[in-house]
């Protein structure tokens, strides 16, 4: 049962909704879905939208991560005041 205690502790550790991720794909690629037709190249195509989307991600969180990143996000903006 979803309400007991044990089915409590297994909703809790459940992932993030993944209805978020199809939307992105929909939106950063404009995939309106497959032409494809078999369900196994349905499967390698999905996967490697699912692969550019993780490398997508790795490499905005390595951005942040990164000094340069953190150098531009602290400097303050120039100010032009003769003009």
Request: glycine share 8%.
């Given at each position: 049962?979803?309400?007991?205690?044990?089915?409590?502790m297994h909703r809790s550790k459940r992932p993030i909704e993944?209805?978020?991720?199809?939307?992105q794909l929909k939106v950063t690629i404009?995939?309106?879905g497959s032409p494809l037709r078999k369900m196994d190249k349905?499967?390698?195509?999905?996967?490697?939208?699912?692969?550019g989307h993780n490398l997508r991600k790795l490499t905005q969180k390595s951005l942040r991560k990164s000094s340069i990143?953190?150098?531009?996000?602290?400097?303050r903006p120039i100010r032009f005041t003769n003009l």
């Open positions: 049962m979803l309400t007991s205690e044990k089915g409590l993944v209805e978020a991720v199809f939307g404009n995939f309106q349905v499967n390698l195509e999905f996967g490697l939208m699912s692969i990143f953190n150098l531009l996000r602290t400097q």
